[in-house]
Antibody
Framework: QVQLQQSGAELAKPGSSVKISCKASGYTFTSYAMHWIKQTTGQALEWTGYIAPGSGGTKYNEKFKGKATLTVDKSSSTAYMQLSSLTPVDTAVYYC??????????WGQGTLVTVSS | DIQMTQSPASLSASLGETVSIECLASEGISNDLAWYQQKSGKSPQLLIYAASRLQDGVPSRFSGSGSGTRYSLKISGMQPEDEADYFCQQSYKYPFTFGSGTKLEIK
């Protein structure tokens, strides 16, 4: 069965960067784009972007260009999202998700990123 | 970006009651609309896709309808396990966008 296993919670200082991971299993990793979604404590959900693991091609929400960088390691079926120049507004739970028919059918368990001095 | 206006923000219902949640898109989205349920501390789970198609394994008391810019999710007979947050999401155009959510509680 499809599983997306994310890395653990991160505590980061303002101005620093974090890199969170999402290890996929149960399907051919290179056949499906991996999407990333931000959820703030106010519960709002924002689509951040996606990466096509086969080609490495990416598409970002304009709002997250320069903030998020998506990469993959095909050898380990793992997708990564690096968040840079962190500020408190980046504090959120970040999910990886796989799409079917344009909808997020499979989700990781989420990674909490807390930005605090 | 397509704005998704979801209402109500919160709702309380008695067991067995039928409830409805609505989403209004800022432009037509051609039924490219999904509904998700999120229980406390968990990831969102897909309920409905293509506006009215039930995801495998989702109870039949959940249904979706709508067209153009207006869509709704109906729960026919509230159950205790339905207490959760619900979100709509459009996949008609990038960036994909979500409604602000509806908190559904048992009365």
């Amino acid at each position: 069965q499809v599983q997306l296993q994310q890395s653990g919670a991160e505590l980061a200082k303002p101005g620093s960067s974090v890199k969170i991971s999402c290890k996929a299993s149960g399907y051919t990793f290179t056949s499906y784009a991996m999407h990333w979604i931000k959820q703030t404590t106010g519960q709002a959900l924002e689509w951040t972007g996606y990466i096509a693991p086969g080609s490495g091609g990416t598409k970002y929400n304009e709002k997250f260009k320069g903030k998020a960088t998506l990469t993959v390691d095909k050898s380990s079926s793992t997708a990564y999202m690096q968040l840079s120049s962190l500020t408190p507004v980046d504090t959120a739970v970040y999910y990886c998700a796989r799409v079917i028919r344009g909808t997020f059918a499979y989700w990781g368990q989420g990674t909490l990123v807390t930005v605090s001095s | 970006d397509i704005q998704m206006t979801q209402s109500p923000a919160s709702l309380s219902a008695s067991l067995g009651e039928t409830v409805s949640i609505e989403c209004l898109a800022s432009e037509g989205i051609s039924n490219d609309l999904a509904w998700y349920q999120q229980k406390s501390g968990k990831s969102p789970q897909l309920l409905i896709y293509a506006a009215s198609r039930l995801q495998d394994g989702v109870p039949s008391r959940f249904s979706g309808s709508g067209s153009g810019t207006r869509y709704s999710l109906k729960i026919s007979g509230m159950q205790p396990e339905d207490e959760a947050d619900y979100f709509c999401q459009q996949s008609y155009k990038y960036p994909f966008t979500f409604g602000s959510g509806t908190k559904l509680e048992i009365k």
